[in-house]
Every structure is written in C-alpha cells, then in structure tokens.
C-alpha cells in the first residue's frame, strides 16, 4: 500500500512539473512569458529573476514594437549582412560559415542572430527617425552653432592621389591604411579646389579625417582614391542648406538617448500581469 502510494505522489510529480515549467510566469500587454523563459534567461546570462523578468519584458515591448511597425528582414538581408561582415575582414561568406561550424556553432542559429541584429537596427532607425520630425527647427539651429566645424567645408584641399584601373589593389591600400601599395597604383599630389568638386565628392572629403583615405570612386576606367593631407580656409556653409545634414547628424549624437527615452514611454504605459514567478 505503501509502495502504492509512493508510486502515486511520484507519478503525481512528474506531471505537475511540466505544467509548472511551461505554465505562465507574466502577461507583456496581453503577451504570456513563460517560467521556462524565465529559467533560461536567468541561467544563460546569469542573472538574478527581477532583472531576468526585466529583460524579457524589453523583448517582448521590442517585439511588439516590430510588428506594428512591420519590420521584416528577408533572407537576402541576412547574406547581404554576411558578405559586409566578410569585406570589412577581408574574407569570404564561405570562411565565415566555416569559422563559425568549427566553433561547434550551429549555422541556422548564426544566421537567426543576424537576422535579430538586423531586425533591432532596423527597428531603432525607424524609432529615431520618427523622433527627429519631431525636432524643431530651433534644436535643429542650436545643433548647427555648436557644432559649426561639421557644417564648414575648405576652399582647397590637399591630398595624394592614388589611382589604377584595379579596383582590387586600391582596396589593399585602404585595407592597409597606404601600408602597402601595389605596384600597378599611381600616385600625385594634388590641391583641389572644393568649388569645382561634385558635391558628393566634396562630402566624402569633408568627412574624411586628415590623414585618412576617402572612399574608392570610379572616374571613367580607372578607380580612384585620395589620402587627405591637409584642409584649407574653412568657410561655414548657411544653415537652410545643410538643414537636412544637421538633422541627421543629430540623429547619430541622440540615437542612443533617443531610443532609450521611447522604450522608457513605453515601460511605463505597459500593462505587466504576474501570474508566478516560481
């Protein structure tokens, strides 16, 4: 009878436990968080359950956010996000998948972080930018005097021209930092005058750093790039013909603040229901 009874309280155990696992732990605005996925937060980042419930009601805020919002990332995002990675490393999309195989990293599982990393990116620029129709033209100002240097742009500029029909070797160069420079790259030095400039070209050099190297432009057959030496008689450009620069560069300086100040607004309106927690 003993034994019986034994058996029973066991068996009982047994079936309660994963209704207590997978029961809910709390409500995000209707959205059930799961003890489960409480568990598995605490014990991979090591955390204590108030900042573990913490971080799960911030994804669960951003996931909502994601879908009101539409935000979708396509398969060919995540590739394109691979072959970015493998250019700034020099490398391959194949090394990479290979690097992170033998890492005993499941690929699938790699590429759905990408697809995360993307989705949070796209989702912050869409917060910021929303935010910024907000300021007025007098922030927009404010900025724009306190920031003069990043809106002047020098009468003449002096560089050394690096140009070949390889793309391929000026990329070497720029991989380099001008370390090495292939034997089929020429070079000049030249003092351009801004005022004669593309005006896509004269933004690159602007924002260029002395010492530095612009961007790789195609000019007929042949590829061209240009290390800055020296910048000369800064002139300030008017305020409503770089409004739109000002405000995005202020998108840049306030992103942080910004999107922190909105998931607070948030955090605050949200409706959180505990259920159990353990």
């Known amino acids: 009878m003993k034994k019986s009874l034994l058996a029973l309280v066991f068996s009982g155990f047994l079936l309660s436990e994963p209704a207590l696992v997978n029961g809910i732990a709390f409500y995000v605005n209707g959205s059930p968080v799961t003890i489960l996925e409480l568990l598995r937060v605490q014990q991979r980042d090591k955390v204590s359950q108030d900042i573990a419930v913490d971080r799960l009601i911030n994804q669960r805020l951003h996931k909502e956010e994601m879908e009101k919002r539409k935000i979708v990332v396509t398969e060919l995002d995540i590739e394109d996000e691979i072959k970015l990675l493998a250019k700034k490393n020099n490398i391959t999309p194949d090394k990479i998948k290979s ?3 033998g890492k005993g990293i499941n690929w699938e599982s790699y590429k759905n972080e990408i697809k995360s990393s993307i989705e949070e990116r796209k989702l912050y620029q869409a917060i910021s930018s929303e935010s910024l129709k907000m300021v007025s033209d007098q922030d927009l100002r404010n900025y724009y005097e306190e920031n003069k240097n990043e809106f002047s742009i020098p009468q003449s500029i002096d560089v050394v ?4 029909y390889d793309n391929v070797a000026l990329e070497q160069i720029l991989i380099s930092n001008g370390k090495n420079i292939p034997k089929n790259v020429k070079r000049e030095n030249e003092i351009l005058q801004t005022m004669a400039l593309n005006p896509q070209i004269v933004s690159a050099f602007t924002q260029t750093k002395i010492g530095a190297f612009t961007p790789i432009f195609p000019i007929g057959d042949e590829y061209v ?17 770089v409004k739109e620069v000002v405000r995005q560069k202020m998108l840049v300086s306030k992103e942080d603040y910004l999107i922190y100040e909105y998931f607070e607004k948030l955090r605050s309106n949200a409706k959180v229901d505990i259920v159990r927690l353990k």
């Open 99 to 101: 690097f992170i195989e």
């Open 161 to 164: 021209k690096f140009y070949s």
């Open 225 to 241: 790039t240009f290390l800055i030496k020296a910048k000369n008689n800064p002139t300030l450009l008017p305020f409503e013909n």
